[in-house]
């Protein structure tokens, strides 16, 4: 009877103390700096944005957060490398619908996306422009679907790799319009924009944020953008959906995932934190200038959204064909 008695002692008080720990651990975090894992190239939207919203935390935070660069393998390596860490809040993976495509195009990764990492919160949302070379004999997308299915294979598109959303948005345009365009994956979407810029590949969808600069310097045509309605940042371009494709629509997206099994305080904190960031009235007016729209979303909500972005994707990569090595 002593015995049990001490048994149903001890378990009481080990419940006290986790309750009564939690959320201390949530108030004292972070108590050293913590690095945030960008699985890919440096000057992409990813690493732009991670370092935007991570100088702003470390201002409110008074830690540092740190942006770590790791890219490679279409975003597996930086990745595998943050589902191996330990599970406290100090590492974080900045993603992106690459992610959720690779569920399906790279089903023997190291780890699942669902199941090695929790939700912490999602950043932004921003359209793609759909450029081509000056030298492309094309001034809409109509004309480019013409020319496309004139030459089958005749036109190649350029992408920063496998998997990126960029990539996906190019199968799914190939898919809706049913023409035959040669993907030509890079390392970077530094490198696929130069392609595009030198005429090397004839077109690519890119990041609105970098390339509009590009494209009213002339430098390439853009033909059309990619969301479900016009974009502020270049309002006279017409969308893809408008331009003869119904319904089209593919945007680049990104978020802050933890490793599973980060305590559910120090992730509402972050999310709590990184919320804050986004209604700031001063990131909403930058954000918004440079074609990207805040996303707002609890844990919960943010972990729906992956697993419908898992399921829309897959069903784009079952239709491609689309394979790991093109």
């Known amino acids: 009877m002593k015995q049990s008695r ?14 009564c720990t939690q959320p ?33 935390l470390s201002e409110a935070l008074n830690q540092q957060f740190i942006v770590d660069d790791r890219p490679g393998a279409g975003s597996i390596i930086g990745t595998d490398l943050v589902a191996k860490a330990p599970a406290d809040g100090y590492t974080l993976l900045l993603m992106s619908n690459t992610h959720t495509v690779n569920e399906s ?25 759909l450029v081509v070379h000056p030298t492309v ?16 294979k005749g036109l190649n598109y350029a992408s920063s790799g496998t998997g990126t959303p960029y990539h996906m948005a190019g199968e799914l345009f190939k898919s809706m319009a049913q023409v035959d365009i040669v ?19 004839e077109m690519m969808m890119d990041a609105i944020t970098t390339m509009a600069p590009i494209a009213r310097a002339g430098r390439v045509r853009a033909l059309a953008t990619t969301g479900l309605k016009r974009s502020n940042v270049m309002p006279e371009i017409r969308t893809v959906a408008e331009s003869g494709v119904p319904g089209y629509e593919a945007t680049i997206w990104l978020g802050v995932m933890a490793p599973a099994g980060t305590p559910k305080p120090v992730v509402d904190r972050l999310n709590a934190e990184i919320v804050k960031v986004l209604k700031r009235p001063d990131v909403k007016k930058a954000w918004n200038e440079q074609g990207a729209e805040p996303l707002i979303m609890s844990p919960a909500e943010f972990e729906k959204y992956l697993n ?12 491609s064909g689309a394979s790991p090595d093109r």
């Not at 972070?30 to 690493?47: L, N, Q, T, Y």
């Not at 195009?105 to 090695?116: H, N």
């Not at 004999?137 to 089958?152: F, G, N, Q, R, T």
């Open 6 to 19: 001490r048994v149903i002692a001890r378990a009481v008080a080990f419940g006290l103390a986790a309750c």
């Open 24 to 56: 201390a651990l949530a108030q004292q975090y972070p108590s050293k700096p913590v690095r945030i894992v960008v699985p890919f190239g440096a000057g992409g939207p990813a690493d732009v944005y991670a370092r935007y919203v991570g100088q702003r």
């Open 105 to 129: 195009l790279v089903p023997k990764k190291p780890f699942t996306l669902m199941k090695d990492f929790v939700p912490v919160s999602p950043l932004n949302d921003s359209d793609l422009l």
């Open 137 to 152: 004999p094309a001034k809409s997308v109509k004309e480019l679907i013409a020319l496309a299915k004139a030459k089958p």
């Open 183 to 201: 993907h030509v994956p890079h390392k970077s979407s530094g490198e696929a924009r130069t392609s595009v810029m030198s005429g090397q590949v």
């Open 308 to 319: 419908r972005d898992i399921a829309k994707w897959a069903k784009v990569v079952k239709i």
